[in-house]
């Protein structure tokens, strides 16, 4: 097979179905059969042109699972027909950056999907060692959330979230249920979400968090009263919005964490009060992409049934449709997550 089926974002929301070449491999990578590519959040930037626009075209997609098709003639540790997740960035792997895991920082780091092609297509050419083989015994539509999850998983850690400490969250989408759940896991109590959507909140609240507030004038209250009055140990921003940032820091307690997660427009920024910084020993932390062993971890956690998954998976659409998938993905909140079904 010489050509393969890929949706091709050729200008900001549009999507072109093109028989394009099949990506060819070097000795150490594999050939991945996409089976399964959830639309992120960073795919909608893409597709509206607000992100990575002057890199179209490009075929998206960076939530993925598949089968290795064929493997480079170094590869030892994979075979064909071996299930996979992948770590989508790619580093030089010996700099710096890449040892400590900090890959995002590599100079030559590109990110599958973002700033090279990616699994809005029938195949994708990765790094050996950046395919995670997958137990059998999890579904696609489970298995497509790695990536996401991973993501979660890091911000986690970032922030050194840990059992008993107070969360207020901004976003109930899919991210943000993600971070409920993950705060869950650490054991963090009370979480308190925010979001403009009754339904999402909802959504949250059957996720794990002991509040939700679509009311933004109820926020600042809600926080205090159950905080004892000193406001939460942990401010996650996972919308993407200045004006959330900048409430974050207002919601945070004396000496509490705010994660920077949401990704703005380049260029925004937010003022910072420096005395009360340094005075009361605040801190902020920068997080966005899972990598390395958080992919490990956040397939662990899927693997186990650590997350509730049921309102990721009820949206798929076929290859052909996604114009129809990304031009409708505001009309399904109900649904967390869409799915491109790319191949059996």
């Known amino acids: 097979?010489?050509?393969?089926?890929?949706?091709?974002?050729?200008?900001?929301?549009?999507?072109?179905?093109?028989?394009?070449?099949?990506?060819?491999?070097?000795?150490?990578?594999?050939?991945?059969?996409?089976?399964?590519?959830?639309?992120?959040?960073?795919?909608?930037?893409?597709?509206?042109?607000?992100?990575?626009?002057?890199?179209?075209?490009?075929?998206?997609?960076?939530?993925?699972?598949?089968?290795?098709?064929?493997?480079?003639?170094?590869?030892?540790?994979?075979?064909?027909?071996?299930?996979?997740?992948?770590?989508?960035?790619?580093?030089?792997?010996?700099?710096?950056?890449?040892?400590?895991?900090?890959v995002l920082?590599?100079?030559?780091?590109?990110?599958?999907?973002?700033?090279?092609?990616?699994?809005?297509?029938?195949?994708?050419?990765?790094?050996?060692?950046?395919?995670?083989?997958?137990?059998a015994d999890i579904a696609d539509e489970v298995l497509v959330l790695t990536e996401p999850v991973a993501c979660v998983v890091r911000a986690a850690r970032k922030a050194k979230a840990a059992f008993g400490q107070s969360v207020v969250i901004f976003g109930a989408g899919p991210i943000g249920n993600l971070h409920v759940q993950m705060m869950r896991l650490v054991g963090a109590a009370p979480i308190i979400v925010a979001d403009l959507s009754a339904e999402r909140c909802r959504m949250a609240l059957a996720a794990g968090a002991d509040a939700a507030v679509s009311d933004p004038a109820e926020l600042g209250e809600t926080v205090l009263r159950m905080t004892g009055g000193r406001?939460?140990?942990?401010?996650?921003?996972?919308?993407?919005?200045?004006?959330?940032?900048?409430?974050?820091?207002?919601?945070?307690?004396?000496?509490?964490?705010?994660?920077?997660?949401?990704?703005?427009?380049?260029?925004?920024?937010?003022?910072?009060?420096?005395?009360?910084?340094?005075?009361?020993?605040?801190?902020?932390?920068?997080?966005?992409?899972?990598?390395?062993?958080?992919?490990?971890?956040?397939?662990?956690l899927l693997s186990h049934g650590r997350f509730h998954t049921e309102d990721f998976t009820k949206a798929s659409y076929p290859l052909e449709k996604i114009q129809e998938a990304f031009e409708t993905l505001g009309d399904r909140p109900q649904h967390l997550k869409t799915q491109i079904a790319v191949s059996a």
Request: hydrophobic fraction near 45%.
């Open 231 to 300: 406001g939460a140990d942990l401010v996650i921003e996972s919308v993407g919005n200045r004006k959330l940032y900048e409430q974050a820091f207002g919601l945070a307690r004396r000496g509490g964490h705010v994660a920077f997660f949401g990704i703005t427009p380049p260029g925004e920024t937010v003022p910072i009060d420096i005395l009360r910084t340094v005075l009361e020993e605040a801190s902020l932390k920068g997080s966005v992409a899972g990598m390395g062993e958080d992919m490990h971890d956040a397939l662990t």
């Open 1 to 102: 097979m010489n050509t393969m089926q890929a949706a091709v974002l050729t200008a900001p929301k549009r999507f072109e179905i093109r028989a394009v070449p099949v990506p060819s491999i070097g000795p150490d990578d594999v050939l991945v059969r996409v089976t399964r590519t959830g639309i992120c959040g960073t795919d909608i930037h893409i597709f509206n042109g607000h992100y990575a626009a002057d890199r179209l075209p490009l075929v998206p997609g960076h939530e993925f699972c598949g089968t290795i098709a064929e493997c480079g003639a170094n590869v030892r540790h994979l075979a064909a027909g071996t299930r996979v997740v992948v770590d989508i960035n790619i580093g030089c792997g010996t700099c710096f950056w890449c040892r400590r895991n900090e």
């Open 105 to 135: 920082n590599c100079a030559e780091v590109t990110q599958v999907g973002i700033t090279r092609d990616g699994a809005f297509a029938e195949f994708v050419a990765v790094p050996a060692r950046l395919a995670i083989p997958v137990a």
